[in-house]
């Protein structure tokens, strides 16, 4: 199930429950936030607009995010949010594990993983993300970053994914990777491909062909080039499929 950017969607019954997310209950939930709720180092304020109406804004590692409060509560309202303490407060935690990563936190955390490039899903790129919970958040450069900076964290991003833990599981003709250390985090093992073959071949599963089925932020699975193909049209899901020598010509998203 596919999630919104306030969290899973909601049920039937609750999608036809129009109920409306008021700026009051946006105030409440951001008063109720408690320290499990926030990540060290965030920082959320809340100041009085001139006309607009209050801003809440948020400071992280000289990252500043503005948002209008009611702006906030229109787009909770049109997720079909229910307007109840509960709704607002989970969706308000869900927003904030969506916010845009810092520069220096994405140096010091962040992990190469494949994305889409297009808005179509159709090309495939190198993006750096971090982890805040079950959340994979891509962080793009501020305006503040320079050229040095993008190159060194994307560097040390890659570096990291190399040494994200891969489970593979063998299922007939196909291998199936899955990082066993975070949710989201699967397409790190193809920073090196050429361990998962070897890793396939010593487990009896040696491919003349090598394709990888790869859905960003999915289990990448592994097979002859027709099984591959066959196991892409099946997908419920935007995926890609090439050959394994392919996946070193990928640039960044």
Known sequence: MSETLFG???GLFARLDRTQVRTPDLRAAITALGPTDLDPGLRLDVFEGTGTGPMLVLEEAGRRTRVLLGELA???TRSRVAATPEGVGAALVA???RRPV???????????LLDWSDPL???????????????VVSWRPSRDASLPLVHQVRSAALGRAAGVDVTLRLQGPVGLCTATGAPGLDTAVLVRPEALLEEMAGRGLRLRDAHVVVTPRRPVACAEGPVAR???AEATEACATLPWWAVADLGWA
């Open 102 to 112: 810092p520069d220096e936190v994405a140096a010091r955390t962040g992990i190469a």
């Open 230 to 232: 066959r196991l892409a």
């Open 121 to 135: 899903q159709t090309v495939l790129g190198w993006r750096v993300a971090v982890t805040r919970g079950a959340f």
């Open 74 to 76: 229109v787009q909770m």
């Open 95 to 97: 927003w904030l594990g």
């Open 8 to 10: 899973a969607p909601a």
